[in-house]
């Protein structure tokens, strides 16, 4: 090229030049394809088009969970709970939430001592799900019974002087390394994405705690650790132990919050916030009190047993009624099902919610949920009721 035909090129308009680039090339060669006009590769869009959740960071770490998460306390075994779900329904289930995208599975050893566990292990299995494309998160410290009908929860003494159960559970060395290794046996994987402590345990040195924790992330048998249900000291204290050894520290909190039950506002929620630690709490519709009205409660397995077996919980009494009521009254008025008014309170206020499907009609109504906000009046309204509570949930 003359210097005058360069001078020429160069001034032309980037959508000329690049034409003028291509009608010089082989013939042979495809014509580039410009952004405006790109397609998605067919599988990213498959898989783009069938995600139907929001993914959110959990806390300040990287690891990021679905909204919801998919609680698996309702699978097992009924004759460890009557209201359990067997194998052959809660499989479907699983199946369904990874379709939509539904991925973060959060489970604990007890629930249907390790019947839950089992059954996460043999959907990924079944279903074939790459163990990488669902974070699964479990938790420790309850005793897991040799049978069935050997529930932790009601037989606390006689596990306690079993000879069979010691070191069996507990937050001491022992007790972690021997309940992770039979997690990962029930689960069927090599590690688990987030191990949870269940409750706080007193009786065991906290730095031996923070210490074996730290020690199972550094094998990479867990990726992650988080906390459940405790005092907000007890939790602060655990994580000024790791911070000052320079041990791991929680990433989440997993406790007892919704819009009847808000004691957590007080220490536990505000230092998660101002530390960083994301919160996934249990019970968001407080067992399904805030999914329907105060008349049909008791119309599944699980509410007519708290129905009939826990008179006056929270959900039962005023002014927890007259809260339901005004969920209603909101639900109507934006014609929402009354779990994403209750939804929609909390999603604004924490990482991800913990909610259990028995269908796959309730997981396409609570990813529905997402993106749905109330307005400052509304919160006002729900929330200008509430009295305080007796604590709950940390025993």
């Given at each position: 090229?003359?210097?005058?035909?360069?001078?020429?090129?160069s001034?032309?308009p980037?959508?000329s030049?690049?034409?003028?680039?291509?009608?010089?090339n082989s013939?042979s060669k495809?014509?580039p394809?410009?952004?405006a006009?790109?397609?998605?590769?067919?599988?990213?869009?498959?898989?783009?088009?069938?995600?139907k959740?929001?993914?959110?960071?959990?806390?300040?770490?990287?690891?990021?969970?679905?909204?919801?998460?998919?609680?698996?306390m309702?699978?097992?075994?009924?004759?460890?709970?009557?209201?359990a779900?067997?194998?052959?329904?809660?499989?479907?289930?699983?199946?369904a939430?990874?379709?939509r995208?539904?991925?973060?599975w959060d489970?604990?050893?007890?629930?249907?001592?390790?019947?839950?566990?089992?059954?996460?292990?043999?959907?990924?299995?079944?279903?074939?799900?790459?163990?990488?494309?669902?974070?699964?998160?479990t938790?420790l410290?309850?005793?897991?019974?040799?049978?069935?009908e050997?529930?932790?929860?009601?037989?606390?003494?006689?596990?306690?002087?079993?000879?069979d159960?010691?070191?069996?559970?507990?937050?001491?060395?022992?007790?972690?390394?021997?309940q992770v290794?039979?997690s990962?046996k029930?689960l069927?994987?090599?590690?688990?994405?987030l191990l949870?402590?269940h409750?706080f345990?007193?009786?065991?040195p906290?730095?031996e705690?923070?210490?074996?924790?730290?020690?199972?992330?550094?094998?990479?048998?867990?990726?992650?650790?988080?906390?459940?249900s405790?005092?907000?000291?007890?939790?602060?204290?655990m994580?000024?132990?790791a911070?000052?050894n320079?041990?791991?520290?929680?990433?989440?909190?997993q406790?007892?919050?919704?819009?009847?039950?808000?004691?957590?506002e007080?220490?536990m929620?505000?230092f998660?916030?101002?530390?960083?630690?994301?919160?996934?709490?249990?019970?968001?519709l407080?067992?399904g009190?805030l999914?329907?009205?105060?008349k049909?409660?008791?119309?599944t397995?699980?509410s007519?047993?708290?129905?009939?077996?826990?008179?006056?919980?929270?959900?039962?009494?005023?002014?927890?009624?007259?809260?339901?009521?005004?969920v209603?009254e909101?639900?109507?008025?934006?014609?929402?099902?009354?779990?994403?008014?209750?939804?929609?309170?909390?999603?604004?206020r924490?990482?991800?919610?913990i909610?259990?499907?028995?269908?796959?009609?309730?997981?396409?109504?609570?990813?529905?949920?997402?993106g749905?906000?109330?307005t400052?009046?509304?919160e006002?309204?729900?929330?200008?009721?509430?009295?305080?509570?007796a604590?709950?949930?940390?025993?």
């Open positions: 090229k003359t210097p005058q035909e360069l001078a020429n090129r001034q032309q980037i959508s030049t690049f034409h003028y680039i291509s009608s010089t013939s495809p014509e394809t410009t952004m006009s790109k397609e998605l590769p067919a599988r990213l869009k498959e898989g783009l088009d069938s995600t959740v929001e993914y959110r960071q959990l806390g300040k770490s990287g690891l990021r969970v679905s909204v919801p998460i998919f609680g698996c309702s699978f097992g075994d009924s004759r460890t709970l009557g209201w779900l067997d194998e052959d329904e809660a499989l479907p289930l699983l199946k939430a990874y379709d995208g539904l991925n973060t489970t604990a050893n007890v629930y249907s001592n390790g019947a839950s566990e089992v059954t996460i292990g043999k959907a990924l299995k079944k279903y074939n799900i790459p163990r990488e494309k669902v974070v699964i998160l938790k410290f309850f005793a897991v019974g040799e049978e069935p050997a529930r932790h929860f009601s037989y606390r003494e006689e596990f306690q002087r079993s000879k159960y010691q070191n069996q559970w507990g937050l001491s060395r022992g007790a972690i390394f021997n290794e039979a990962l029930r069927d994987t090599p590690y688990i994405d949870q402590i409750r345990d007193p009786s065991t906290i730095e705690t923070m210490k074996a924790l730290h020690d199972l992330v550094l094998t990479g048998k867990v990726r992650y650790i988080g906390a459940s405790m005092w907000g000291t007890q939790f602060a204290q994580q000024f132990v911070e000052r320079g041990w791991t520290k929680f990433v989440s909190m406790n007892q919050y919704n819009l009847l039950y808000r004691e957590e007080r220490e929620n505000r998660c916030n101002d530390t960083g630690v994301g919160l996934i709490p249990w019970a968001p407080c067992r009190h999914a329907r009205p105060p049909d409660f008791g119309t397995s699980r007519k047993g708290e129905k009939e077996g826990q008179p006056g919980s929270h959900g039962t009494v005023e002014p927890d009624l007259t809260i339901i009521k005004r209603q909101i639900a109507e008025k934006r014609g929402w099902p009354m779990a994403h008014v209750a939804l929609a309170w909390i999603n604004k924490i990482t991800s919610p909610i259990g499907f028995s269908s796959v009609d309730r997981i396409d109504q609570a990813i529905t949920a997402d749905k906000v109330l400052d009046e509304e006002k309204y729900l929330e200008e009721l509430y009295q305080p509570k604590i709950s949930g940390h025993s």
